[in-house]
């Protein structure tokens, strides 16, 4: 499909059919992917693409765990961090009730969706710029996820419907015993694959538009 129309009309899918995804598609999927760039392009990332039912299970139950803690702060309206590392409180405009219910669907039935993707990163290919700043540091994250979102437009593309998740990172331990991770490399995220449910696929998206998050020179400046 159109770029643009992939970029506007894929969302975060919670429902999946029982139909299998055929090892070509998914193949195809992440061979257009590996273009993405990467710092010094390293090409730091490995993705483990996880079929078997009873690994998958593995998998769901280490998510949940992560989830199950998510929920509870987020049903209290205690979601995110503000600037002293503390957990922030969001108004229930954020917390939309229709919306978790939708997300702990999702969780509960992750054992079914046809493959789960496990994204890693090389831990050496990462040049960490911002690691002595008094906050969180987030550029790590540059050299692996513009190839993750070019694979959620690759699956876009191919009519798939994917949802990413970063809480199975919490479980790093766990998850790097059960999928005999080497040493050396972090999980960066989780991302299911699957056909979507129609009736239940949301395509039309809504978001704040350019003159909300871009400035011109300066910011808080108009773009134009």
């Not at 046809?114 to 960490?128: H, N, Q, R, S, W």
Request: proline fraction near 5%; charged fraction near 25%; glycine fraction near 8%.
């Amino acid at each position: 499909m159109e770029l643009y129309a992939a970029m506007r009309t894929n969302p975060s899918c919670r429902y999946f059919t029982d139909d299998p995804v055929d090892h070509e598609t998914m193949r195809r999927v992440l061979d257009n992917a590996r273009f993405a760039s990467s710092g010094g392009n390293r090409q730091g990332w490995r993705v483990v693409v996880v079929r078997d039912r009873h690994l998958k299970s593995q998998v769901a139950e280490l998510h949940s765990r992560q989830w199950d803690r998510y929920l509870e702060h987020a049903r209290r309206g205690v979601v995110g961090y503000n600037d002293d590392g503390k957990r922030a409180r969001m108004n229930s405009e954020d917390l939309a009730q229709q919306r978790l219910n939708r997300t702990d669907d999702f969780a509960k039935a992750l054992v079914d969706v046809p493959i789960l993707l496990v994204f890693c990163i090389e831990l050496a290919t990462l040049a960490i710029t911002d690691k002595d700043l008094d906050r969180p540091s987030i550029i790590g994250g540059g050299s692996i996820y513009p190839f993750l979102q070019n694979v959620l437009l690759g699956c876009r593309n191919e009519g798939l419907g994917t949802a990413l998740t970063t809480l199975l990172a919490a479980e790093e331990p766990d998850v790097v015993d059960l999928l005999n991770i080497p040493d050396g490399f972090a999980v960066a995220a989780l991302v299911p694959v699957g056909w979507p449910v129609p009736e239940k696929q949301y395509t039309k998206l809504s978001r704040q538009p350019v003159d909300w998050f871009a400035f011109g020179d300066r910011w808080g400046e108009p773009l134009d």
